[in-house]
């Protein structure tokens, strides 16, 4: 195997909390080319975040004999805007049912880094630097709501970010 390039550790920039349609999203940015991605690219995934969230962000889910499968819903997760070498990619990311992470994958080609299409068909779904966001959102769900001492705590849990090179 011959590696392209070497690892090189890349910033990841908790950016802010995003309240979109009522959903509530941890904002993450990485970049391959500066401390955060361009503001523009986080703004454009963030519009096309709202395509995919699910409407009502809460939902509590009463299965029916025969019909479709769906899961509850808490209205939090979190959105990573990765600016690559190939382009900027945005994943989509909230908790259902309690321990399990609904993910999407979109992709903006460099040359039309605002285009974001769905990458997910590809099985793709994170990158080495992604994964690090995702341990970390996983080890904060785990301890602010699966394992809280006193009760799931949602605000404790968006109150969580990771700022590290990695």
Known sequence: MQLKSSYQPRPVRFLG???LDGWR?????ISAHRERP??????AA???AVELLPSPP???AVPEAGSDLS?????V???????GREGVFALVSWWVDETM???HVLFAPAQMPFKFASFSPTGIVACVWELAVLAFERDAWLDTVLASPSAPDLDAYLSRHLNADV
Do not use: M
């Open 71 to 75: 899961w509850d819903r808490y209205g």
């Open 17 to 19: 909390l995003a309240e």
């Open 25 to 29: 999203l941890k904002v993450y940015g």
């Open 58 to 60: 809460v939902w509590s």
């Open 38 to 43: 361009d503001a523009e690219f986080v703004a």
């Open 77 to 83: 997760g979190f959105l990573i805007v990765h600016e």
């Open 46 to 48: 963030q519009r096309r």
């Open 101 to 103: 992470l609904q993910h």
